[in-house]
C-alpha cells in the first residue's frame, strides 16, 4: 500500500523502510496490520475491531480531535499531558484503521510529537483511499 520512498517523505527520516505484516492475534485481534520500518523509525497501520475503534478514539488521558478530508471519519488522538504518541484512527467503508509513526525509537516522548502528528496524516490519507477502493 505504501512505499519505503512514501513512508520516509512523510516520517522524515531516510529509508529503506521494510514492510511486515503481522498475523492476527489468537482472539482475532488485531484483525491485520503493516509495519514499515528501519532501525531508527516505523510507521504503523492496523485494522482495528469497531470496539478497539471505539476504545481508541474515546477520551480520558487523551486529547481527541476530528480530523477532515481522511477517510470517511477521522479523528486525531495525543496524551493530554504532552501531546506525545499521536495515532490517526480513520474509517474507510465498514472498517476501522489506525496509523501510528515512531520517529526516532531512542527519543518516545513528546519531543517528536508535531513531526509524528504530520506523518500520521499524511500516511493515513494516502492508505484510506487506497483502502476505501
Known sequence: MLTSDQVASAVGTPGPY????EDPA?????????TWGTRRSNADLRELTATQYTR??????LTVTPVQGIGDSAVLTKR???GSEPALDFTAG????EVTVTVDRSELG?????QET??????A?????????
Not at 110 to 114: D, F, G, H, K, L
Not at 118 to 123: F, G, K, N
Not at 125 to 133: D, F, P, Q, R, W
Open 125 to 133: 490519507t494516502t492508505l484510506a483511499k487506497a483502502l476505501a477502493g
Open 18 to 21: 521494510n514492510l511486515s505484516h
Open 56 to 61: 481508541a478514539t474515546t477520551a480520558g488521558s
Open 110 to 114: 513528546a519531543t517528536n510529537a508535531p
Open 118 to 123: 504530520v506523518a500520521v496524516q499524511t500516511l
Open 26 to 34: 489468537d482472539d482475532g485481534t488485531p484483525v491485520w496490520g503493516c
Open 80 to 82: 493530554t499531558s504532552d
Open 94 to 97: 465498514s472498517r476501522y484503521y
